[in-house]
T-cell receptor, first 107, second 118 residues
């Protein structure tokens, strides 16, 4: 069965500090993994997907199949990064979401 | 970028009545749309996949007769909560799938609809 685990419900870091939001998954087969972000009073939006191997807003995420992880990282957190972050598993037409991590960047 | 709207943004209804929620893709056509439900402080749970011109595919545990889905056009899907009860109170979110080149298909989400059943 597929499962996405985000162990931290809340995460607070100071502005300028590195941030890592953890995501572990369980999936039989080759997974597709995504990070979605929801800023305050806004809709859910795609941040990045592992296939693209891109950096969006300074965030990167590397798929580690050995550790079944897809942690989201940013070297220097900004106040505008404060939001709810969801890790998601599956194809674009079959997403399974984790429970989310609320990131707060302290000025 | 692709925009998805939902209407209404919030609705309050009496127990036993039916409520219709609309999901529209404003600047692209979507043969596939999705309906999610989100309880407070919990994740999004996929309820059903809506395909234009065909019956929706419901996830296990979701009552088809309770949550009627119609995807009559390439830009509109509707979710009707029939005979609503207080336990149906929740945040309902739709998304529309924009097809891209391989591995770039993307779900774009609506802002959600808050349903409160008294």
């Amino acid at each position: 069965a597929q499962r996405v685990t985000q162990p931290e419900k809340l995460l607070s870091v100071f502005k300028g500090a590195p941030v890592e939001l953890k995501c572990n998954y369980s999936y039989s087969g080759s997974p597709e993994l995504f990070w979605y972000v929801q800023y305050s009073r806004q809709r859910l939006q795609l941040l990045l997907r592992h296939i693209s191997r891109e950096s969006i807003k300074g965030f990167t995420a590397d798929l580690n199949k050995g550790e079944t992880s897809f942690h989201l990282k940013k070297p220097f957190a900004q106040e505008e990064d404060s939001a709810m972050y969801y890790c998601a598993l599956g194809g674009a037409n079959n997403l399974f979401f984790g429970t989310g991590t609320r990131l707060t960047v302290i000025p | 970028g692709a925009v998805v709207s939902q209407h209404p943004s919030w609705v309050i209804c009496k127990s036993g009545t039916s409520v219709k929620i609309e999901c529209r893709s404003l600047d692209f056509q979507a043969t596939t749309m999705f309906w999610y439900r989100q309880f407070p402080k919990q994740s999004l749970m996929l309820m059903a996949t809506s395909n234009e011109g065909s019956k929706a595919t419901y996830e296990q545990g979701v009552e088809k007769d309770k949550f009627l889905i119609n995807h009559a056009s390439l830009t509109l899907s509707t979710l009707t909560v029939t005979s609503a009860h207080p336990e149906d109170s929740s945040f309902y979110i739709c998304s529309a799938l924009q097809m891209g080149t391989y591995s770039t298909d993307t779900q774009y989400f609506g802002p959600g609809t808050r349903l409160t059943v008294l």
